[in-house]
Nanobody
């Protein structure tokens, strides 16, 4: 059983930075080859933020390009999302997710493993 545990959410002012972490427990390497960060704002559908696929390719939503950076540390079984120049529209619950092969930004329902989420609130 794969367990994902997010941390690092907080309340910050616009222009600030946050670093989200996702610790992976009980994984087999193939179960979490593709990992990503997704978010869901109040009253909105869940959307993709950034992913790293099995060959290490990085993908970002247009809304966060140039501001967010995704990385993974396989030795520490950790996925990181560095968020800089935060905007009020980034306010959401952020989720870490994992899949064997595919983790598309636009189809979060394809990922079988999810964390419980961590809240990010950006005030203007």
């Amino acid at each position: 059983q794969v367990q994902l545990v997010e941390s690092g959410g907080d309340s910050v002012q616009a222009g600030g930075s946050l670093r989200l972490s996702c610790a992976v427990f009980g994984k087999t390497r193939s179960s979490t080859s593709c990992m990503g960060w997704y978010r869901q704002a109040l009253g909105k559908e869940r959307e993709g933020v950034a992913t790293v696929d099995p060959v290490g390719s990085l993908n970002y939503a247009d809304s966060v390009k140039g501001r967010f950076t995704i990385s993974r540390d396989n030795a520490k079984n950790t996925l990181i999302l560095q968020m800089d120049n935060l905007k009020p529209e980034d306010t959401a619950t952020y989720y870490c997710a994992a899949a064997n092969i595919f983790c598309p930004l636009d189809k979060p329902s394809m990922l079988p493993f999810w964390g419980q989420g961590t809240q990010v609130t950006v005030s203007s």
